[in-house]
């Protein structure tokens, strides 16, 4: 039989892979893919949920500040997956959190999709505390979840945020690049996900590395790949520590990416022990593979 699932923020840059999946499965799920009246204007988004409705998703627009309409929305999911963006987790996730407990959904997947957030290491990070709080909440209010810990999304690292300039060969790097961290591809996040609520093996947390790359490996093979050279420059996990302790990192971007690649450079990206193989019908992408679309990305 047919899962009801709902897929709020699916249209989003991971909520859009995660909705695939589902749709590429849609024998085994009844799709809904909720999202506010307003992103219809954004050309990109109303061509996704077109996308989407062709291919087999009911498509709900609710307004997130009227609690009957969401309510009224869930009713009759079973599950109900956040991929929200993490600048309304705090606000709008727990309205979602209250809606989808008084629907009767059964399970709630929070917008979660990064480094393990039950590391204290990571709970200082400013965008978990609020990804924190929601599973405070859905424990409070005995609505089952699961979390998924992804590590670092493979197809969106080498971009500015994690200190990478690829299209001028450059790249900082903390520590010695020698620490082997967790990569998903957005394409991965989704199989893994629907793979998790439709054969029903979600426990309270799945973490999910099915890449462990250190820095410098992953370097060595970029510039194979690329068949040029990348200036690094590297900061010890000393200095950024005391430039982060004497605030001199104020900017919440600046700070938040810093303490995101401290984790990493740590070790502390990833608890154990990791779930990957508990699904082995996914088969997630390899550095390499994804290593062979580069070209088009920079
Ligand atoms: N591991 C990594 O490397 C990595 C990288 C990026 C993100 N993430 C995590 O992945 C999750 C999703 O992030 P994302 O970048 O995919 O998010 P996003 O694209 O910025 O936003 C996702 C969706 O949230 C909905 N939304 C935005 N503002 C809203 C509001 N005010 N009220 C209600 N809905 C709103 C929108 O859907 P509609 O317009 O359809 O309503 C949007 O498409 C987050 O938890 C984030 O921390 C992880």
């Given at each position: 039989m047919s899962k009801k699932v709902c897929i709020v923020g699916g249209t989003g840059h991971l909520g859009q892979f995660i909705t695939n999946a589902f749709l590429a499965r849609k024998n085994e799920a009844d799709i809904t893919v909720l999202t506010r009246p307003e992103s219809q204007t954004n050309e990109s988004t109303k061509k996704l949920c077109d996308s989407f409705r062709s291919r087999g998703a009911k498509i709900s627009y609710v307004?997130?500040?009227?609690?009957?309409?969401?309510?009224?929305a869930l009713k009759g999911n079973e599950v109900v997956?956040?991929?929200?963006?993490?600048?309304v987790v705090a606000e709008e996730q727990n309205k979602l959190i209250d809606a989808a407990k008084m629907?009767?959904?059964?399970?709630?997947?929070?917008?979660?999709f990064g480094v393990d957030t039950t590391l204290s290491f990571n709970q200082e990070i400013s965008l978990i505390k609020p990804k924190i709080d929601s599973v405070k909440k859905l424990e409070?209010?005995?609505?089952?979840?699961?979390?998924?810990?992804?590590g670092i999304f493979l197809d969106m690292f080498f971009s500015p945020w994690f200190g990478f300039d690829l299209p001028n060969g450059k790249a900082n790097i903390i520590g010695d690049g020698n620490v082997k961290f967790p990569f998903t591809h957005r394409e991965d996040v989704?199989?893994?996900?629907?793979?998790?609520?439709?054969?029903?093996?979600?426990?309270k947390v799945v973490r999910l590395a099915p890449i462990m790359l250190s820095l410098n490996d992953a370097l060595d093979l970029l510039r194979?790949?690329?068949?040029?050279?990348?200036?690094?420059?590297?900061?010890?996990?000393?200095?950024?520590?005391s430039k982060l302790g004497a605030g001199k990192i104020s900017d919440i971007g600046e700070k938040t990416?810093?303490?995101l690649r401290l984790s990493a450079a740590l070790g502390y990206a990833m608890g154990q022990p990791t779930n990957e193989k508990?699904?082995?019908?996914?088969?997630?992408?390899t550095f390499n593979e994804w290593l062979k679309t580069m070209p088009k990305l920079v």
């Amino acid at each position: 039989m047919s899962k009801k699932v709902c897929i709020v923020g699916g249209t989003g840059h991971l909520g859009q892979f995660i909705t695939n999946a589902f749709l590429a499965r849609k024998n085994e799920a009844d799709i809904t893919v909720l999202t506010r009246p307003e992103s219809q204007t954004n050309e990109s988004t109303k061509k996704l949920c077109d996308s989407f409705r062709s291919r087999g998703a009911k498509i709900s627009y609710v307004d997130f500040n009227n609690s009957n309409e969401l309510i009224k929305a869930l009713k009759g999911n079973e599950v109900v997956i956040s991929a929200l963006s993490h600048n309304v987790v705090a606000e709008e996730q727990n309205k979602l959190i209250d809606a989808a407990k008084m629907a009767g959904v059964k399970k709630f997947i929070p917008s979660e999709f990064g480094v393990d957030t039950t590391l204290s290491f990571n709970q200082e990070i400013s965008l978990i505390k609020p990804k924190i709080d929601s599973v405070k909440k859905l424990e409070e209010l005995g609505l089952d979840y699961t979390r998924f810990m992804t590590g670092i999304f493979l197809d969106m690292f080498f971009s500015p945020w994690f200190g990478f300039d690829l299209p001028n060969g450059k790249a900082n790097i903390i520590g010695d690049g020698n620490v082997k961290f967790p990569f998903t591809h957005r394409e991965d996040v989704g199989k893994y996900v629907a793979e998790a609520v439709l054969s029903g093996k979600s426990p309270k947390v799945v973490r999910l590395a099915p890449i462990m790359l250190s820095l410098n490996d992953a370097l060595d093979l970029l510039r194979k790949q690329l068949g040029r050279t990348i200036d690094v420059k590297r900061e010890s996990v000393e200095e950024v520590k005391s430039k982060l302790g004497a605030g001199k990192i104020s900017d919440i971007g600046e700070k938040t990416s810093t303490m995101l690649r401290l984790s990493a450079a740590l070790g502390y990206a990833m608890g154990q022990p990791t779930n990957e193989k508990d699904y082995p019908s996914v088969k997630p992408i390899t550095f390499n593979e994804w290593l062979k679309t580069m070209p088009k990305l920079v």
